[in-house]
């Protein structure tokens, strides 16, 4: 009876632990980022300026938009653009007028400047916010599904110039050697895959548009729209597809794939094609 107890004693305890320990690792991990040597500081982050020995000259204070703070006997102080180690040394200067041999800390505690901005209709656009150190990966598991979005086309912008990594192999292929830390303003554009969704039209039983997969063939597409409807003249199914400089209509016989099990007579699909399929009573 006394080992039962302590074994459910012992589990309380692991729980415990567990529930202490992990917010002090993240906590640890956001004070590493914010306050290592290259962390650079921006505006609307939030200091905390220690005077030692000088209590009234210890305040929080945020930064300005204007990229400033104010320090009591100092004024204003530009704190965007300065690593925490480096504002230490500006204020501590700026209090030898007033202190004695000022020794001055600045820590970093909310870190609210370490925004990228995503564009496109790919997904939901605008800034955002991260609290630690994040790759390119991790933004996207953020940001939500990309079914919607053209992984060909997106590219991240940074200080003007696009970067030289392929977010297909990354997102599709799985190669992490294209996953990049991303920097406060770095830009990712992910455009909208429209015109390579494929529209399925007629006699199928969810007409509508899927989206395109690599490899994906007529009869692919038909089965994600549901499939035939009883009505549906299985080989006289169309293909329309834009060419550069003309429209082309496929003709597939999809009863006879079926039927004969002959998937050479399957076509497969180009991005942007529409599929049709006509109605027949007879």
């Given at each position: 009876m006394k080992n039962s107890k302590f074994k459910i004693q012992n589990s309380n305890f692991k729980y415990l632990l567990f529930f202490l320990i992990i917010p002090i690792l993240i906590i640890c991990q956001f004070y590493e980022m914010a306050n290592g040597q290259g962390y650079v500081i921006g505006d609307e982050d939030m200091l905390n300026i220690l005077v030692w020995g000088s209590p009234e000259l210890s305040v929080q204070v945020p930064v300005r938009p204007d990229g400033m703070i104010s320090v009591p006997l100092v004024?204003?102080?530009?704190?965007?653009?300065?690593?925490?180690?480096?504002?230490?040394?500006?204020?501590?200067?700026?209090?030898?007028?007033?202190v004695k041999s000022?020794?001055?800390?600045?820590?970093?505690?909310?870190?609210?400047?370490?925004?990228?901005?995503?564009?496109?209709?790919?997904?939901p656009g605008g800034a955002v916010t991260l609290k630690r150190n994040?790759?390119?990966?991790?933004l996207f598991a953020q940001?939500?599904?990309l079914k919607n979005a053209d992984i060909n086309?997106?590219?991240?912008?940074?200080?003007?110039?696009?970067?030289?990594?392929?977010?297909?192999?990354l997102v599709v292929k799985g190669d992490v050697s294209q996953d990049i830390p991303?920097?406060?303003n770095d830009i990712i554009f992910i455009p909208d895959n429209f015109e390579k969704r494929i529209k399925v039209v007629g006699a199928v039983k969810a007409p509508g548009i899927i989206q395109y997969k690599e490899g994906m063939t007529a009869l692919d597409a038909i089965l994600n729209a549901g499939g035939f409807t009883e009505f549906a003249k299985q080989n006289d199914v169309i293909i329309v597809r834009k060419e550069?400089?003309?429209?082309?209509n496929i003709e597939v016989r999809l009863k006879d794939v079926i039927k004969d099990g002959d998937i050479s007579k399957d076509v497969p699909l180009r991005p942007g094609d529409m599929i049709v399929v006509k109605t027949g009573i007879f």
């Open positions: 004024g204003d102080v530009r704190a965007t653009g300065a690593t925490p180690k480096e504002l230490k040394e500006t204020i501590e200067k700026e209090l030898e007028r007033f000022p020794n001055v800390s600045v820590v970093v505690t909310a870190v609210n400047s370490f925004k990228v901005y995503i564009f496109g209709e790919g997904v994040t790759t390119v990966m991790q940001v939500g599904s086309n997106s590219y991240v912008m940074r200080d003007g110039r696009k970067l030289r990594i392929d977010l297909y192999k991303l920097m406060p550069t400089n003309e429209v082309k």
